[in-house]
């Protein structure tokens, strides 16, 4: 692995705080991914409808979209760990619900509960990224976090599809919690201090609103927020659709589609390994540009072939790799473009709100596509090629009220709000 250097700090010091943060990374798709083979067991065990049980999906996006605007006041006013900590605990508590769970009711209300333990990773790892690193090096950081969390959709459907297959689809919570628990020991261990705390941040309602939409009103932030956002919200209609157009369309086993999920995260991977490079020569936010203008005209042509009848699985597949590639290099640079203008103290809650217009696009998406049942692909691709276009036309507006874009560190000093 490709490490970034940092004045001060050991090259081994640096790969530990990756690793980390890319554990922490992984905590909201790992808590996606191993569940999805286990659909139809679970429908089965509920006695509802693979469709229904998407609905799961949806909760736990809504929770870790709504719950990131908690965490990150809370970051920075107490610093990195002790929210992680509460968050982490709170995720294994409401992974110990989903095993017990004997109704659908009450699997959704406990994926809300994980999923509110859950987002303290993501808004975490992403601000801890702005404390440990440079804003020029943010997409570099990022693309690489995306290695390690690229490991989930390789792995994680065919562990859980195991798991299942041989103790039962509670045991894929059982598991889910133990990885918070190792998460945590490590933190503890091996994680150094980043921004420790501001004791004069209020964490009164009048004066979070006010910090949050002082951050909103940052030209650079909302832009490549919302058009990232909606970049970033295909790939959750990929993942509430898939099972039924892979399973249920293409009549795929659950060991064939964990392959197929697997063999499709590649390109995601890759393409954020390859934006390395690609956003050190050009910048991000040129690489950001031309990857969304391409995912656009992708999800256009996959939406009209489909309705046309032209694909197959062969020809499904490959577009849909295509499409990830895409967001293997929007995702990286929207992030590290969003945050770029600010610094380790509020960067927290910038995160969290980068965070919750993410989630909260994914959550829709995912809603939508599991609304419409489980007897067609259609509509999850039609949400594919809609959050593409919404995501390039929110760029182009965006951009026209950006006076100064903010790339590197010295820009974020004299950019700061």
Known sequence: MQTVEHPGRSRRTTLIIILILGALSTVM????????????????????????????????????????????????????????????????????????SDSLAMLIGFRLVQALGACVAQVASMAMVRDFFPAREGAKVFS???????????????????VAQTLGWQWVFIVLALVAVGIAVAIFLFLPDG?????????????????????????????????????????????????????????????????VFAGLSIGFIGASQVNIALSRRFGSNNVFKVAIKVQAVVGLVFLIGTAGGWYGLGLTIA??????????????????????PFHSEKAGRASALLGFSQVGVGALTSAVVGSFGAHHGLPAIAVIAATSWAGLLALLIGRRRIHKEVHSAHEADTAMI
């Open 144 to 162: 690489l976090l995306m290695l390690i969390l690229g490991v989930s959709p390789l792995f994680a459907p065919t562990i859980g599809g195991v």
């Open 319 to 340: 577009t849909l790799f295509l499409f990830l590639c895409c967001i293997g290099f929007t995702y990286p640079n929207a992030a590290a473009m969003a945050l770029a």
């Open 29 to 100: 798709p790992l808590s996606i991914d191993m569940y999805l083979p286990t659909f139809p067991q679970i429908a089965d065990r509920l006695r509802t409808s693979v469709s229904e049980i998407s609905l799961s999906l949806s909760s736990f996006f809504i929770g870790v979209s709504v719950g990131q605007l908690f965490y990150g006041p809370l970051l920075d006013r107490f610093g990195r760990k002790p929210p992680l900590y509460a968050g982490l605990a709170v995720y294994v508590l409401g992974s110990a619900g989903c095993l017990l």
């Open 195 to 259: 921004h420790t705390g501001d004791a004069s941040i209020s964490l009164k309602p009048w004066p979070i609103l006010t910090s949050f939409a002082g951050i909103c009103r940052h030209p650079q932030f909302y832009t490549y927020a919302l058009s990232g956002a909606f970049s970033l919200g295909g790939i959750f209609a990929y993942v509430a659709g898939s099972p039924i157009l892979f399973m249920n369309v293409f009549h795929l086993s659950p060991q064939a589609y964990s392959l």
